[in-house]
């Protein structure tokens, strides 16, 4: 398996990292943050509104360089998955109404569209079969889910295919 040299999880920010006009947490504030944000959790009901939070601080705090989106996203599943909730996949054509609803969170205090979002999102997942991993990959692929400029593609359904794209030859 190819090493991926980017994701740099594994060292704790040394600097302000910012992303756009958003600065993140200071790195000496974040293990202070993130134990007082992991102390909200128990608070929230499991299932998605506890991955929801969790994966809001995660991302809020910016603990790492970099990966911390992944990381986030990692943390979310996790708890969906202590309640065998379905995990969400947050398709490369959603990435920008994705983060956009994170902003509107972030800087609105508006947390139903991010919530509508994430919602939508984990059932669109729940959608594909993950039986065959070239087949799920190939129906993503042709719902678009690997596009980037949303201005050209609009993020299909799988039961949109009408029938299922064929792996074998």
């Not at 972030?106 to 947390?111: E, I, L």
């Amino acid at each position: 398996m190819q090493r991926v040299e980017s994701f740099n999880c594994r060292s704790n920010k040394d600097r302000e990292n910012f992303a756009g006009n958003t600065t993140f947490v200071s790195p000496k504030n974040v293990r202070g943050t993130l134990v007082e944000g992991s102390k909200l959790l128990p608070s929230v009901p499991p299932g998605m509104a506890r991955a929801l939070l969790a994966m809001f601080i995660v991302s809020e705090v910016h603990p790492f360089i970099d990966g911390n989106g992944r990381l986030s996203r990692l943390v979310m599943n996790a708890e969906l998955s202590v309640v065998n909730a379905g995990r969400v996949i947050v398709p490369t054509l959603f990435r920008e109404e994705y983060l956009d609803c994170l902003r509107m969170l972030k800087r609105q205090g508006k947390p139903e569209p991010f919530i509508e979002a994430m919602q939508h999102i984990q059932h669109w997942t729940a959608a594909f079969d993950y039986t065959d991993l070239d087949r799920v990959i190939s129906q993503m692929k042709a719902c678009n889910a690997f596009e980037k400029s949303r201005s050209q593609y609009q993020l299909l359904d799988v039961s949109d295919l009408g029938t299922e794209p064929s792996t074998s030859a």
